[in-house]
């Protein structure tokens, strides 16, 4: 159902100054199970590869502990006016040992939060797939690597699609699926990966594990609309949108090289059921020899597996270019997953990341014109450590809402005068809950946890009015 622009009375359309988006648009925030819910060793939940012990000193055992503020946060979310609130199912609260064991407690748990969402009118987008592999899966030659684990994913997603489908219209598959071939290593063992005896993965096998989680992917597609007739499921793509450095055709083709390897290879198998030419020359070349059927044995077709929507994380872009370009212009290089240059064009957050809200309208363009199908933004938003809690509560992050407020725009310009169907904005970490690293000083929300305090208070900022104010008006009032 793609969202199309207002021109009644309420919104004159782009041009006049009370535009508005439409009445269905998705309001909202988005969070990850093993972020923000806790109860680790809770309600029979079994071990995922986040419940070991990790250098980093992470409390994801705890988290924002939504596991006993489910109430008290979602109505905070609907004192905000959300419309929808995107959450990942913890699959080891559901199948604790990554088989088809079933968990009865996790599944009382889930149902009464979708419920309580459905009767404060938020509706749940939820992810199936946000990291947290069952550690019964996981290991070195095992993880994604292996047959087992997808079939394994489809038998736990069975269960969601049977369980929660009364409750639950809207789902993504994997999260980020397409850092598969960035970050092979943690398909197989998650953050445990980043230690210093990570493995080596070689070309063939990161190829075997993007193909296994598209083999689950698809796999979800199809149970979704055989067992859930009329929910939407898409994909969760990792953006990472590259500009040339220079209007050098050199430096063009590196950002087209860039987005091309990042983003489009995956969502063109994503969209069209068949890896492109390129990509399955590079794959043959590698030794790896994809099997182009789904995990039930149907051929890949985007008949058969076509999702209803395309979403997606956008934080930032960045810059691409030729070597001796870069060198030429002294560009300074950035390295992330990736290396990348710095865009003298842009400013930067006190985190580091560029602040590029045009750069969110762009990306939204080009994969509209790409693939032709509706998008969501599951993830955006200002993560910084400048949050302070003054002494009689309150929070005053105002860049925070400059930030929103840029974003938001850029969304509202993409539906009302670029005619792109954007089903909705949900930004990630709506309530204060860990970094993927699990640092709990870099904060996203609208809502303060005190991660310190007995009990984890929760604190509105001014963010939360401010974005409050947004959703009344539909964003016609930033
Ligand atoms: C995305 C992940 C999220 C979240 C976000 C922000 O890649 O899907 O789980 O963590 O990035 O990143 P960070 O937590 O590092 O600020």
Redesign the pocket.
């Known amino acids: 159902m793609a969202a199309v622009a207002s021109t009644t009375a309420a919104g004159h359309g782009a041009g006049g100054a009370a535009a508005t988006l439409p009445a269905d648009f998705y309001w909202g925030g988005s969070t990850?199970a093993f972020?923000f819910e806790g109860g680790a060793s809770e309600g029979g939940k079994g071990k995922s590869v986040y419940d070991v012990p990790l250098r980093s000193g992470a409390k994801f055992d705890t988290a924002s502990d939504f596991y006993h503020h489910w109430r008290e946060d979602i109505d905070l979310m609907a004192q905000m006016g959300f419309s929808a609130f995107r959450m990942s199912i913890s699959w080891t609260r559901i199948c604790p040992n990554g088989d088809s064991t079933v968990n009865e407690e996790g599944i009382a748990f889930y149902r009464q939060v979708f419920q309580y969402l459905r009767q404060r009118g938020i509706a749940p987008v939820v992810t199936l797939y946000?990291w947290d592999l069952p550690l019964a899966l996981a290991g070195k030659e095992a993880g994604w690597l292996s047959d087992r684990t997808v079939d394994a994913f489809l038998a736990y997603s069975r269960v969601c699609f049977e369980r929660f489908g009364d409750l639950v219209c809207d789902w993504l598959t994997l999260?980020?699926d397409n850092l598969c071939t960035m970050l092979p290593a943690f398909q197989l063992l998650g953050p445990s990966a980043f230690g210093p005896n990570a493995p080596q993965v070689s070309e063939a096998d990161t190829y075997r594990i993007l193909h296994n989680t598209l083999r689950a992917h698809f796999g979800a597609v199809r149970l979704c609309h055989e067992l859930c007739p009329g929910a939407r499921i898409g994909c969760m793509l990792?953006s990472s949108l590259a500009y040339p450095l220079t209007p050098d055709p050199v430096d063009v083709i590196a950002a087209q090289r860039h987005n091309r390897k990042t983003m489009w290879d995956f969502l063109d198998v994503c969209t069209h059921g068949t890896y492109n030419p390129r990509q399955a020359a590079a794959m043959l070349a590698s030794g790896f020899k994809p099997n182009m059927r789904g995990a039930d044995g149907t051929p890949f077709s985007a008949d058969v597996y076509h999702m209803d929507f395309i979403s997606f994380?956008y934080?930032f872009s960045i810059c691409q270019a030729d070597q001796e370009s870069a060198a030429a212009e002294g560009a300074t290089t950035v390295q992330t997953m990736y290396a990348s240059f710095e865009n003298p064009k842009l400013a930067k957050s006190s985190f580091g990341w560029t602040i590029d809200p045009t750069g969110l309208r762009i990306l939204m363009n080009e994969l509209y014109d790409r693939y032709g199908l509706p998008v969501m933004v599951v993830?955006n938003g200002l993560?910084v450590k400048d949050d302070v809690l003054t002494e009689d509560g309150h929070v005053h992050d105002d860049y925070r809402i400059e930030y929103l407020r840029q974003h938001i725009a850029a969304v509202r310009a993409t539906v009302l005068e670029d005619h792109v169907p954007v089903l909705g904005y949900l930004p990630?970490g709506c309530i204060d809950l860990l970094?993927?690293?699990g640092d709990p000083a870099?904060r996203y929300g609208f809502v303060y946890v005190d991660f310190g305090a007995k009990g984890m208070p929760r604190y509105r900022k001014d963010s939360f009015a401010w974005y409050q104010h947004v959703i009344a008006t539909r964003g016609a009032e930033l």
């Open positions: 990850s972020q946000h999260n980020e990792a994380s934080y993830e993560g990630w970094s993927a690293s870099k």
